[in-house]
């Protein structure tokens, strides 16, 4: 018997290649069940393929998807609107979400999520006349961090895709609106 040959009367390097030759096409079968199990969520579930934006909220007649009232305290309340589930520990107040005002740069506060994930509600620790001058200079504004500068970004849940702030359709651009109280 030859060096090549096993003891089952078989050619090792022809063994080898065939072997080879299995494993490449398992793995060609294996991506290609992939790509066609990527196919099949897209066409089932479509906005898998959208980036995280904020959005009108549902059944809304405001064109605004930034919502705001005030209590009886003074305490704002913030509600935004995505169009995803939002990885709620990605959203970090001061660090990837910051509510500012013409006094206060980096307001502290509260964040509640809806049980999908899609809606947060901030609330100001702070009244909001300790955050805002109420005058013709006075401003606040909420800032929702999507470009990574080392400090994180506001998430996607499933893609983990970083936020596209600036609904242009490609993630990675912060978010920010901002209001001017007269008066």
Known sequence: MSS?????????????????????LVHRLSI??????????????????????????????????????????GHCTVIIT???PVDESSVIVGSTFFFSGSLNPSAPGNITWASDDT??????????????????????????????????????????QPLDGNSDGTPGDDYQHTFVRVG
């Open 4 to 24: 090549n040959e096993s003891e089952y009367g078989g050619d090792h390097n022809n063994h080898d290649r065939t072997l080879a030759e299995l494993k490449e």
């Open 32 to 73: 290609g069940r992939i790509f066609v199990l990527l196919g099949l969520i897209r066409q089932r579930f479509p906005r898998l393929e959208e980036p995280l934006q904020v959005v009108d909220p549902p059944q809304s007649n405001s064109p605004d998807p930034f919502r705001f009232s005030t209590d009886a305290t």
């Open 82 to 84: 995505f169009n995803r």
């Open 119 to 160: 809606a947060m509600t901030f609330v100001t620790q702070d009244r909001l006349d300790q955050i805002v001058f109420f005058g013709p200079d006075g401003f606040f504004s909420v800032r929702l961090v999507g470009t990574d500068a080392g400090a994180g970004v506001v998430r996607d849940r499933l893609s983990l």
